[in-house]
């Protein structure tokens, strides 16, 4: 992002208020057949992340990265259709007006590093969640030796496997976490570190 593009305070906190409200309106659909809402589920992202002092751009990936969910107007249960919405694509290109690749590349990846995970690391497809097995076989199941190669070379690789981590665990029915607000002070930090 040039600084000729970079977000004025008034943008950031716009776009900031407009997330908001993405979640308040829209947060409250459970989660892909987990037991959690979208809400639920970005909110104990943020947190895992927050609890091992990621800062403020990984802690707003971890809070954002499916934040193409609430931005689509597909079904709730698009997976179990058969389609693959794309959401890290839509969010990618939707919040890199706001932010640094910092934020958006682990977004754009964290689920090509689900795929890159259950290809290279033992044991980790048998731990997903059922629903993350489905979004798995129509995002295009674990990743070719070509695929693992290519995405070893993303400067972001391990960014987005952390993101993708804290994506896993995050879908504990009833766990306390902050508010979307709390979160406010992260993404107002991180935006300012993409100008």
């Known amino acids: ?3 000729a593009d970079s977000p004025t305070t008034k943008s950031v906190q716009d776009v900031i208020n407009r997330i908001v409200e993405l979640f308040e309106a829209r947060g409250n659909e ?6 959690v809402s979208q809400t639920e589920h970005a909110l104990q992202a943020a947190l895992a ?3 091992e002092e990621a800062g403020a751009e990984l802690i707003t990936a971890a809070l954002l990265h499916d934040l193409g969910h609430l931005l689509h107007n597909l079904p709730e249960d698009c997976a179990e259709q058969g389609i693959d919405d794309r959401h890290e694509d839509l969010a990618h290109r939707w919040l890199t007006r706001y932010f640094g690749p910092a934020v958006t590349e ?11 995970l259950c290809a290279v690391k033992p044991g980790y497809h048998d731990e997903l969640s059922d629903a993350s097995k489905l979004s798995l076989s129509i995002q295009g199941g674990p990743f070719t030796p070509d695929e693992v190669a290519e995405f070893d070379k993303s400067p972001y690789c391990e960014s987005a496997i952390r993101v993708r981590y804290w994506d896993d665990i995050a879908k504990i029915k009833d766990l306390p976490t902050p508010d979307i607000q709390y979160y406010r ?7 300012g570190k993409s100008t």
Do not use: D, N, T, W
């Not at 682990?106 to 890159?116: E, F, G, M, N």
């Open 49 to 51: 992340a927050e609890q």
């Open 30 to 35: 459970l989660y892909g057949g987990e037991a």
């Open 106 to 116: 682990p977004i754009r990846l964290h689920v090509a590093a689900k795929r890159y």
């Open 185 to 191: 002070r992260f993404m107002e930090e991180a935006a």
């Open 1 to 3: 992002m040039s600084s």
